[in-house]
């Protein structure tokens, strides 16, 4: 049986990032996340498994939390399982 899924948008300020992608992650359907910056790009992609959370997760944390550092706006894509 195939997965599917489906991709939703959230525009945030730098400030928000990190409380907004803990947020996410503790909702637990989450399949990845990437962060894109004003103008697009991908800044960071964190592909996200059942049980990637607390010590594994750790490190793309304090990546995101150099990315906000940076960022003035920016827009996390959450790719969820639908359920």
């Known amino acids: 049986m195939a997965d599917k899924t489906h991709s939703e948008e959230i525009h945030v300020s730098g400030d928000e990032l990190i409380s907004k992608i803990k947020e996410l992650v503790h909702e637990g359907n989450i399949r990845r996340v ?3 910056n004003e103008n ?3 800044l ?3 592909p996200l498994s ?3 959370v607390g010590v594994l997760l750790a490190p793309q944390l304090a990546a995101v ?3 906000a550092a940076l960022l ?3 827009t996390i894509i959450v790719e969820r399982e639908d359920q």
Do not use: H, R
């Open 34 to 36: 990437m962060i894109k």
């Open 40 to 42: 697009g790009n991908t």
């Open 44 to 46: 960071i992609d964190i």
């Open 50 to 52: 059942l049980g990637v």
């Open 65 to 67: 939390g150099a990315i």
């Open 72 to 74: 003035t706006k920016g």
